[in-house]
């Protein structure tokens, strides 16, 4: 498996995962009508990355404004880190945002609530 | 006197400046009613972002209106898509308007088989009766279902809407003589 980049439209993030660094990037809105064909490539990444790598994970997100859809996926994406946590494995969550928005901080919010692994939600001044 | 001014063409039984009024008087931002495809639904949805900035709409509430948008034409599209309609038929009818106290109202309706229409009027009414918690939980639990076939999956974005509104969603379903119905969705924001 190597790093991949996918760069983002209207309605779906840029995304860039590094092998080597270890982190998966995320930034902007995500609201495709099928959010499962957006979001496999992703989820096969990590899925590869947490089988062979033996490093930390870190998702590194900016994401903005997620339909329903989207946040199904990113969901699944959580509970992939969250059974990885669970044997041991290091993995974290850093989700950044406009503090102008609060919309996304409490999206981040509820996702943060499923989960027990290092999750920081940061709002920029 | 001009007297076209005075009795409007007969041919052209579309009266623009009405219409305009009515938009006006309503404080109608946005509407559209005919086919919409996914492209269409972005190019629309990309208006309504720069009406809102326009209109200096706070940045959460400019979410609100859009994600609301985007839920309901996509709940539109899927359920059209399910069914396998003509283009004509797979129609939406949106409109976007604030009120007099600057709340934002989405409005969205589509052709519906009656039986489904019911359906999805007795959620609708269900949603009414929840308080934001057991929204929550509600959502949280739909969330966590696994992926509905392709003739559902209504539930989750009317759920999040139900959530967004500042009141309860209102739904009407008109029946009509070929035994579909047009279901209307009005939330407000």
Known sequence: MQSFETTGTQST????????????????????????EQFRPVFDWIEAFLNTAGRPLLLDLHLLYLNTSSI???MDIFDRLESAHAAGQAVSVRWSYDRRNERVGELAEEFREDCSFPFAIEPSA | MNPSVVNPPVMNPIDLFSLRERFNQ?????????????????????????YLTADQAHPAAATDVFGTYIELTQNIRHYTHAKA??????GATVVISREADGRYVVCAGNLIEQQDGEAVCAL??????LDKAALKALYKEQLR???PDASSGAGL???????TATAPLQATLHPLPDGRAFFSLRAVI
């Open chain 1, 13 to 36: 993030p840029t995304i860039r995962a590094n092998w080597e660094e270890g982190t998966l990037f995320m930034e902007g809105d995500s609201y495709p009508e099928n959010s499962y």
């Open chain 2, 85 to 90: 309609w003509s283009e004509q038929d797979a």
């Open chain 1, 72 to 74: 199904k996926a990113m």
């Open chain 2, 157 to 163: 974005g009317l759920i999040h809407v139900a959530r």
């Open chain 2, 145 to 147: 279902k696994p992926r």
């Open chain 2, 26 to 50: 309503t404080n109608i931002m946005l509407c559209f009613n005919g086919p919409m495809s996914r492209s269409l639904i972005e190019e629309i949805g990309n208006a309504l972002k720069n």
């Open chain 2, 124 to 129: 609708v009414d269900q949603l009414a009766g």
